[in-house]
């Protein structure tokens, strides 16, 4: 007992070096842009690694009064906001019967969902560009985005949610019943507030998601329909000789989305936590 003690106690050290590794490597190039917003291009050029001296607040200044910043961040926003809605709300219709309800090819049809996380977005992308522009008529739409991307979320969705529906008790269905309740008074009487850890994980999931997407805002959106990603690639090629402000220009675009996940970490890993449990 005393060896196997000693050998889990002397595997410490090393998890935490690799531990700090990773959140280096994950927050060293976020930490180095948050800070070089607040530096001169002069400070760049002189020594890259170095902290601001002085602290300049100009390149900052200039991007939130930048008209333009606001009107992707509008944009990001709306599409990121019905993405996730659509997501939520489809993915737990679809997920409650796959797991409450006892049906020929329930399985198989789960299958379809989990086989649906190993295509990404760029696989279809030249289909749903003609899909969305030519037959559907939504191309620089907010819809046309939010769409297939609430689409692509919609296996991760469902993958998530059916255990945390699956792991409720059959006797609050039976006691619901007995008291006159209708199925559909289940699922938003019961299901919905009971499986509320998991709905916050995929709903924060898709929102990040959608906040981050670029290759299918970049073939449908144009001109004032952009989002926050393609500013942060028009604000690079437009004042590329600006690093200081590129650099400025990305960090505030990366603000929501981190701000989001940092304040529902704990839900997100208790949701997933319950998902792996069911």
Known sequence: MARRSRRSGGAGPFVYLAALAVVAVTLG??????????????????????????????????????????RYALNSTVIAVLTTVIAVLAGVMAAYPLARYQFKLREPLFLVFVLGLLFPAAVAIIPLFILVTRDLDLGNTWWGVALPQAAFALPTTVVILRPFLMALPKELEEA????????????????????????????????VASWNAYLLPLLLL??????????????????????????AFTTIAMIPALMLFLAMQRRIVSGLQGAVKG
């Open 29 to 70: 190039p976020v930490l180095y842009g948050a800070l070089g917003g607040f530096r001169t291009n002069e400070q760049l050029a002189r020594d890259p690694a170095a902290l601001p001296d002085p602290w300049v607040l100009g390149n900052y200044t200039r991007v939130v009064s930048n008209p333009d910043f606001w």
């Open 176 to 207: 619901a019943l007995l008291d006159g309740s209708s199925r559909v008074g289940i699922f938003w009487r019961i299901a919905l507030p009971l499986s509320m850890p998991g709905l916050v994980t995929v709903g924060v999931l898709a929102f």
């Open 222 to 247: 144009q001109g004032e329909m952009r989002t926050l990603p393609l500013g942060v690639a028009d604000y690079s090629t437009q004042y590329s000789a600006d690093t200081a402000g590129v650099l």
